[in-house]
């Protein structure tokens, strides 16, 4: 460890930052959070950067680790340390970047929140009386009936629905399409909002949910509007798509149990993916069992270590 004065690492620090600043355009805010990071690593050697080897930065990272920060941070601050000796190993400044092959402690993913079945009806407790509020309505109908990821919905046709038979074909992640089933207040929503929809009678495909004019619907305004419906309906702007995703996933996998089914509708390819569900109903069924059960003892945060990887 060095002392309070220069180190040898801070003048090639102060260049970096310099070059994320005048070449790179970042925020302030991301400057002072790679400061913080490679002022910390600095603090742990006495060796100029040519002389770093990957166990110093490995020890580093058991340094953050037994520090108590969480996996998160220590992902971050190896990130800055891995670009700032990117950018001397480009500059030949370093023969090769130590921090390239290092890793940190892998983060808990959270579960995903979801909504319960009396918040999901109450988000839909509204008149569709305005253009507007007639697209929201058929695009919350999309995300938590049909369960549908937001690029998945603002990417549809107009010429993708098939609303006599019931379905819509979407185009998921790897390009692959699929049709999923709509239900009767879906289909409900999605006639109400093509009665008024901008390009009512042209012919050829055109999106199916339109921003300003007849331009495609951006995903921040998706993500707005949910927030600004939920505010008003459920008093709370925590609302978001994959939200709705998740709380249509989970809603339908405690009616049916049928877990391949659920997988098929959400488009994964690997059926571990889908398994999240399950995590998300046994920890539905603990909180149960935990507030219930006279002879309970496994308490709810003896079971809130599950984790588990968000789909996207």
Request: proline fraction near 5%.
């Amino acid at each position: 460890m060095t002392g309070t004065g220069a180190r040898p690492l801070d003048s090639a620090i102060a260049a970096f930052l310099d070059h994320l600043r005048y070449e790179k355009n970042y925020s302030a805010n991301t400057l002072a959070a790679y400061r913080r990071d490679l002022v910390r690593f600095a603090a742990t050697t006495d060796a100029p950067a040519e002389r770093i080897t990957r166990s110093d930065v490995n020890a580093f990272v058991a340094r953050l680790h037994s520090a108590g920060l969480a996996p998160r941070s220590i992902h971050r601050a190896l990130s800055s340390v891995r670009s700032f000796f990117g950018y001397l190993e480009a500059r030949g400044q370093t023969r090769k970047n130590p921090a390239a092959a290092a890793r940190a402690p892998r983060p808990r993913n959270r579960l995903p929140g979801t909504l319960d079945a009396d918040q999901a009806a109450k988000l839909f407790e509204f008149d569709a009386t305005t253009p507007v509020l007639k697209r929201d309505k058929a695009m919350l109908e999309l995300l938590y009936g049909s369960g549908l990821r937001l690029s998945e919905l603002v990417g549809v046709d107009r010429t993708d629905l098939d609303l006599d038979n019931g379905f819509v074909t979407v185009l998921g992640k790897g390009r692959k399409a699929r049709q999923v089933p709509l239900g009767r207040h879906c289909v409900a929503a999605l006639r109400d909002w093509l009665s008024v929809h901008p390009a009512t009678g042209e012919p050829g495909s055109v999106p199916l949910f339109t921003g300003r004019g007849r331009s495609r619907i951006s995903p921040r305004t998706v993500q707005n509007r949910l927030k600004q419906l939920a505010a008003r309906q459920l008093g709370s702007t925590e609302l978001h798509p994959h939200m709705l995703r998740h709380s249509f996933a989970s809603h339908l996998l405690e009616s049916s149990g049928d877990l391949r089914a659920v997988q098929e509708l959400l488009g994964h390819s690997d059926l571990g993916t889908t398994q999240i569900y399950t995590h998300l109903n046994f920890q539905h069924l603990a909180s149960v069992y935990d507030s219930a059960h006279p002879r309970a003892e496994l308490k709810k945060e003896a079971r809130s270590g599950v984790d588990a990887a968000d789909d996207g």
